[in-house]
């Protein structure tokens, strides 16, 4: 019954059902990270995404303020209230009311209920009620800010401040200009080259052709790592070491192996009496290069640009060791790794922003290129 006309095979439904599962795989961390580009530091500290819509407990710290010390027959008393403490107005905006727990130190920063006292050390107590007011009492007289430990549940809270960090960051626009420096020769040169040597090893008679196939398959496996520090010696005995000719240079090396590999297995299979016409008709190697192969090898040659493009512009290894270490020359990638998370120690806010920051120009050259290669697929497919 599978055959019938109108009929969906099992086979395709199987097939739908794995795309579908592979494509929310793989959509499931990019919300996520989408989600807490938006929240702050404190919030993705404590819950995950999934639960970036409902309230989020967070523990906070004031000081209480000695000013208010008062006497009451043999202790010191401190009264006030947690929400109208300067320091927490500053953090939270005083949106909050109510707190969940509360303690007097950070080992225990909410283990005693609202309106319960907090036995502390030397004889001191803490109590804090629901609305925030407290009570801070101490048989010896009090000469420094008590801290006051307490958890309250905070609404969500999404912004672009984390955005708005990397944009406002200083040098930003240098590295974004950078990146594209980098990327664009750095995709178009090995694209040159491998188009060259593709068709030589496809479509060309001469000796060690085989072998020549054969290195190229070999240079696939040769780890990225394994390569930079030869590579970075022979760039600095040549003159051209931590410069954007010596990047460039680099990213063609690495990216030559493949580019060649899947364009030469493309042209090998363009139809044979094509070519074989045209040299019969006078034309040159250059001349079925240029007017026949070209055009109908624009699939596989879109499809690497699109790679090599994504490679070189989310690059970071390569541009630290190609590049100078100055900020001047910094990249994209390498002033958000060195700066932006560097001085915040690994705020997760800021790198899921400048995650997307960085994906931006990415998926304009994937979807333009993506409707010239889906016209190259079907160039020549209905006459």
Partial sequence: MDNIAGTKSSLSIVTNLSVGFLVLLWLIPTIGLLVS??????????????????????TFRIRADTEDVRREGDLYVIEGNIFAADEFTEIEGNQLDTIAGFGGTSRDPQGTE?????????????????????????????????????????????????????????????????????TIPATIIPILIAAFAAYALAWMDFKGRGLLIALVVGLLVVPLQLALVPMLTLH?????GQSYIGIWLAHTG??????????????????RDIIESAKVDGATDFQVFTKIVLP?????????????????WNDLLVAKVFLPSNSESWVMTVKIADDLLGSRGGDWGILAAAAFISIA????????????????LLAGSVK
Wanted: charged share 20%; aromatic share 14%.
């Fill in 37 to 58: 580009s938006f929240r702050d530091r404190d919030q993705i500290t404590e819950s995950g995404w999934w639960r970036s819509f409902s309230a989020v407990e967070q």
């Fill in 114 to 182: 609202p309106g319960e006292t907090a036995e502390l050390s030397r004889d001191r107590t803490l109590t804090v009620q629901e609305n925030g007011d407290y009570r801070y009492s101490s048989p010896e007289e009090i000469d420094r800010e008590p801290s006051i430990y307490f958890a309250a549940q905070t609404p969500p809270d999404f912004s672009l401040e984390n955005y708005e960090t990397i944009m406002n960051s200083d040098n930003m626009d240098r590295a974004f200009i950078n990146t594209l420096t980098v």
């Fill in 236 to 240: 600095n005995q040549i003159g051209i």
């Fill in 254 to 271: 690495f990216g030559l192996p493949l580019a060649i590999y899947l364009l030469r297995n493309y042209m090998v299979g363009l139809p």
């Fill in 296 to 312: 109908l090898s624009f699939p596989a040659l879109a499809s690497f640009a699109i790679f090599q493009f994504l490679w070189t």
């Fill in 361 to 376: 120009v990415p998926l304009i050259v994937f979807f333009t290129m993506q409707r010239y290669l889906v016209r190259g």
